[in-house]
């Protein structure tokens, strides 16, 4: 999936058409669970990577509150 990873996205439908492209997948409920895991893991992905993009956004904050109130209390 490495190898492909930029032509799959978080949309089902797309991940489809992708899969026609790159293999040859003969079964239709196999071919729809391939892309349905796809869509999933990326959209997992995709959280994580948000939380943790939201965690240190916090923690910036919490340093520059800090930093404030050391300024106030010299």
Known sequence: MTTYKGKFDTDFAHN????????????KGLKNEIAGYISS???RELEEQEEKE??????????ETEEIEEQILN
Do not use: G
């Open 16 to 27: 489809k058409q992708v899969l026609n492209e790159i293999a040859v997948v003969r079964s």
């Open 54 to 63: 939201s965690v240190s956004a916090q923690s910036e904050s919490v340093d």
């Open 41 to 43: 893991y990326l959209r």
